[in-house]
């Protein structure tokens, strides 16, 4: 018996057959992105019925629009921590320096220092602590905050272009 005459069948189960189309698709030397044609075509050769290609585009536009939405409320909550940052640094050296001069020596400015800078610390561990309840709880709101906004906006620009 050769080694081909014993050779043996292989099987796969679902998420490996997706593992390794995903690496064949990435290696392939195809410059540029795919077009819907060619998704379609994928998907046929692939015997993937169109209705199943369809749901399965919507779920990932959804998906990514979960994604943009979260990037943009972490941005947001970047942006804050900086600006807190700043108010901090200016604030903190004016009366660090306040305080040198009038005192000649650190003593109540090290305080609002410290109590500052641990309040500070807790507002980054919490910026970028980004599972959770409570981060979920904060990313609702803001959601609702920004659509809200939004909802405004449109409003008095519709209203502003009426008028």
């Known amino acids: 018996m050769s080694v081909s005459e014993t050779k043996i069948t292989r099987s796969y189960n ?3 057959i997706q593992q390794i189309l995903h690496l064949a698709i990435s ?3 195809y410059e540029g992105e795919f077009t819907r044609e060619q998704l379609l075509e ?3 050769e692939l015997e993937i019925p169109p209705e199943n290609l369809a749901l399965a585009e919507q779920e990932w536009l959804a998906q990514q629009g979960e994604i943009e939405k979260r ?5 947001y909550r970047r942006g804050r ?16 320096l306040l305080n040198l001069v009038s005192a000649g020596q650190l003593t109540w400015s090290l305080y609002i220092l410290l109590f500052w800078g641990l ?3 807790l507002n980054a561990w919490n910026t970028f602590l980004l599972q959770g309840e409570e981060y979920e ?4 709101q803001w959601y609702r905050n920004h659509q809200l906004r939004t909802s ?9 272009k009426a008028w």
Do not use: P
């Open 152 to 160: 405004v906006n449109s409003f008095f620009n519709k209203l502003l």
């Open 137 to 140: 709880r904060a990313f609702q």
């Open 14 to 16: 679902q998420e490996e």
């Open 42 to 44: 994928i998907a046929a």
């Open 119 to 121: 309040g500070l610390g």
């Open 71 to 75: 990037q943009a409320f972490n941005s």
């Open 27 to 29: 290696r392939q030397n």
């Open 81 to 96: 921590l900086q600006k807190s940052f700043g108010k901090f640094a200016i604030v903190n050296t004016f009366l660090v």
